[in-house]
């Protein structure tokens, strides 16, 4: 199974959408799904819900540091070329969905019973989300191939 259909599933079994992208990657990062899930627990629905950038991105962001970070302190090209990973990230996921914005995204405000229920009724994380979930990994998948 590749990494965004892992992450697909794992997203629809209940991980928020940065466990669901990190968890996809653990094994290949060398570290316990317990830290992985642990790590991401508060970037779920744009932050603590605060639905701001969208945990997939965040998610993706923190698998393009374990993968392309500096590891040496105050290295300019690879502090470069890191954030040049992350650009590009950014750069096609909103050419996918327009915004990385996870209110954005959703087009409701997960905070209020209406934009709750609203979130329910229209499937949003199948419909919505899922699809974030997986083009966020295919993208890490181009960039790090």
Do not use: W
């Amino acid at each position: 199974m590749d990494h965004s259909e892992q992450a697909k599933e794992l997203f629809l079994s209940g991980y928020n959408c940065a466990q669901s992208v990190l968890l996809s990657y653990a094994g290949e990062l060398k570290f316990s799904k317990e830290l992985a899930q642990k790590l991401a627990a508060g970037f779920g629905a744009g932050m603590g819900r605060t639905q701001e950038t969208c945990g997939a991105v965040t998610g993706a962001i923190m698998v393009l540091g374990m993968l392309k970070g500096e590891t040496v302190n105050n290295n300019e090209e690879l502090k470069a070329a890191a954030y040049g990973s992350v650009k590009d990230l950014t750069t096609r996921f909103v050419s996918s969905f327009k915004s990385t914005r996870c209110r954005d995204l959703v087009g409701c405000d997960l905070n209020t019973p209406e934009g709750a229920a609203h979130f329910k009724e229209e499937k949003m994380m199948e419909n919505v989300c899922a699809p974030c979930v997986i083009r966020a990994v295919e993208i890490l998948q181009e960039l790090t191939a």
